[in-house]
């Protein structure tokens, strides 16, 4: 069970727009799916996982959300490495730095 306190450094989760109310141009298996939030902030209260919370983000924002996740970190992820990528970086490389005239 996640609990937080006040002052932790927490996540929370908003839907923004539950499934079935999102734009209409949007594809269907997309239609299906909540369009979720997540922030990241101070904890402006004690909760307990999924309860309703109140964070300061470092920007100063008042937002209120689901409590998700205590401690949470920054996680950045490009996908998988793509062989084509690195040959295009070669060959630029190559262009810009030494290639021929």
């Not at 996540?11 to 298996?29: C, F, K, T």
């Not at 997309?30 to 964070?55: R, S």
């Not at 959300?65 to 793509?82: A, K, M, P, T």
Request: proline share 4%; charged share 30%.
């Amino acid at each position: 069970m996640i609990k937080a306190k006040k002052g932790d450094w927490v996540q929370i989760e908003n839907i923004i727009l539950p499934a079935g109310h999102r734009a209409p141009q949007v594809p269907e298996d997309t239609q299906q799916c909540d369009l979720k939030m997540w922030v990241k902030g101070e904890a402006l209260g004690d909760a307990e996982e999924n309860e309703e919370l109140e964070v300061k983000t470092t920007t100063g924002r008042i937002v209120k959300g689901r409590l998700v996740e205590v401690n949470s970190r920054y996680i950045h992820d490009y996908g998988e490495f793509q062989p084509e990528l690195l040959r295009i970086e070669h060959q630029l490389k190559e262009i810009l730095f030494g290639g021929e005239n």
